[in-house]
């Protein structure tokens, strides 16, 4: 594995933990409130399993809080004696001596935890305002149920039903909640000119394979391509990209004379041509240059060789600002978006 391959999973592992870490403490203070709630004593709190690094111990009752060497879950022990011998006089506080409800309560206090934490995140996220994607559709492929309903290049899906939609998020649920019922809905849209629309759409032919997959782009809506020359943002300096001269903030102008106005053309393009040079028009630092570049061989998905150049291709900031929406509400519709989305 190269330098760059070992960053890159050790970022990925990083990344894992950080994610993991809050889900984890939040479940198992689950645990912890409703047992001492209940009155159960509590011997250990441990976020992960294994050999303790640290142990503190606080409290009347000396609990020990443990990090433990693999932080990949963790547990709450309590006073119980089918794992040993307790005094009598603790009796009363041990699990096993707690009545069925208590005991449901506190093995269910890990999970609900977990739920009121994702309702807390997405209530704070909807009240704070959560970019999306506006929902402009490109052009529906012939034979599809969107190029069937008269579906065009620019439409912007304002609302299905009753129901108004802000983003491609927004839509994608909403739809697949029609879909599940079979249903046929009907869509309403502001086309290109400004002009609002109304297109049937018919849902009955999903399958539920169809479902769980891309099933917008079965259907034929899928989000109208950027039109804009893409930059280079970070650049592997293991690959193609790098052993060519590309830096970073390059702007692709076009490739092999040919203008590239989307990420998507200059990627299909080098996916096309592995081992070939493929000549950049590149905008640098006010002027503009040629950049003979030869994309690697890779193996792709479907076991076909396509090219890579090793290098992220990205949109300036200003490019997507006319697509990007920010949506917000208030701290009680916030609330009830927050419970529907969990």
Same mark, same amino acid.
């Given at each position: 594995?190269?330098?760059?391959?070992?960053?890159?999973?050790?970022?990925?592992? %990083?990344?894992?933990?950080?994610?993991? =870490?809050?889900?984890? &403490? +939040?479940?198992?203070?689950?645990?912890?409130? $409703? *047992?001492? @709630?209940?009155?159960?004593?509590?011997?250990?709190?441990?976020?992960?399993?294994?050999?303790?690094?640290?142990?503190?111990?606080?409290?009347?009752?000396?609990?020990?809080?443990?990090?433990?060497?693999?932080?990949?879950?963790?547990?709450?022990?309590?006073?119980?004696?089918?794992?040993?011998?307790?005094?009598?006089?603790?009796?009363?506080?041990?699990?096993?001596?707690?009545?069925?409800?208590?005991?449901?309560?506190?093995?269910?206090?890990?999970?609900?935890?977990?739920?009121?934490?994702?309702?807390?995140?997405?209530?704070? %996220?909807?009240?704070?305002?959560?970019? =999306?994607?506006?929902? &402009? +559709?490109?052009?529906?492929?012939?034979?599809? $149920? *969107?190029? @069937?309903?008269?579906?065009?290049?620019?439409?912007?899906?304002?609302?299905?039903?009753?129901?108004?939609?802000?983003?491609?998020?927004?839509?994608?649920?909403?739809?697949?909640?029609?879909?599940?019922?079979?249903?046929?809905?009907?869509?309403?849209?502001?086309?290109?000119?400004?002009?609002?629309?109304?297109?049937?759409?018919?849902?009955?032919?999903?399958?539920?394979?169809?479902?769980?997959?891309?099933?917008?782009?079965?259907?034929?809506?899928?989000?109208?391509?950027?039109?804009?020359?893409?930059?280079?943002?970070?650049?592997?300096?293991?690959?193609?990209?790098?052993?060519?001269?590309?830096?970073?903030?390059?702007?692709?102008?076009?490739?092999?004379?040919?203008?590239?106005?989307?990420?998507?053309?200059?990627?299909?393009?080098?996916?096309?041509?592995?081992?070939?040079?493929?000549?950049?028009?590149?905008?640098?630092?006010?002027?503009?240059?040629?950049?003979?570049?030869?994309?690697?061989?890779?193996?792709?998905?479907?076991?076909?060789?396509?090219?890579?150049?090793?290098?992220?291709?990205?949109?300036?900031?200003?490019?997507?600002?006319?697509?990007?929406?920010?949506?917000?509400?208030?701290?009680?519709?916030?609330?009830?978006?927050?419970?529907?989305?969990?």
């Amino acid at each position: 594995m190269t330098l760059g391959g070992v960053t890159t999973f050790l970022t990925a592992i %990083l990344a894992f933990l950080v994610a993991l =870490g809050p889900l984890i &403490v +939040i479940h198992e203070l689950g645990h912890y409130a $409703v *047992a001492r @709630a209940c009155g159960v004593k509590v011997l250990r709190f441990s976020i992960g399993f294994g050999k303790p690094l640290w142990i503190w111990r606080r409290g009347r009752d000396a609990t020990e809080w443990v990090i433990a060497a693999f932080p990949l879950g963790g547990y709450v022990k309590m006073l119980d004696e089918r794992e040993g011998l307790v005094p009598k006089e603790e009796l009363p506080r041990a699990f096993n001596r707690q009545s069925v409800w208590r005991r449901l309560a506190i093995v269910a206090a890990g999970p609900a935890a977990n739920f009121l934490l994702a309702i807390a995140l997405y209530w704070v %996220l909807f009240m704070y305002g959560v970019p =999306g994607m506006k929902p &402009v +559709i490109g052009q529906p492929p012939s034979g599809t $149920v *969107a190029s @069937a309903a008269g579906f065009a290049t620019g439409d912007t899906l304002v609302r299905i039903d009753d129901e108004p939609v802000s983003t491609w998020q927004d839509a994608r649920w909403v739809l697949l909640q029609r879909a599940v019922q079979k249903s046929t809905v009907t869509i309403e849209v502001l086309d290109d000119k400004g002009r609002t629309a109304s297109r049937k759409f018919d849902l009955s032919g999903l399958t539920s394979e169809d479902l769980d997959s891309d099933f917008l782009k079965k259907l034929g809506l899928t989000r109208l391509p950027l039109r804009a020359p893409p930059e280079v943002g970070s650049v592997n300096p293991d690959g193609a990209a790098a052993r060519s001269g590309l830096k970073k903030g390059d702007v692709i102008l076009g490739i092999n004379n040919s203008r590239t106005e989307s990420i998507e053309e200059a990627i299909r393009v080098i996916q096309e041509n592995p081992g070939k040079t493929l000549l950049f028009e590149i905008h640098r630092d006010a002027g503009q240059v040629t950049v003979p570049v030869i994309p690697d061989l890779h193996a792709g998905k479907d076991g076909r060789k396509i090219g890579r150049i090793n290098a992220v291709l990205q949109n300036k900031p200003e490019v997507f600002a006319k697509y990007i929406v920010d949506v917000r509400y208030g701290p009680l519709v916030s609330l009830g978006k927050a419970l529907q989305k969990t």
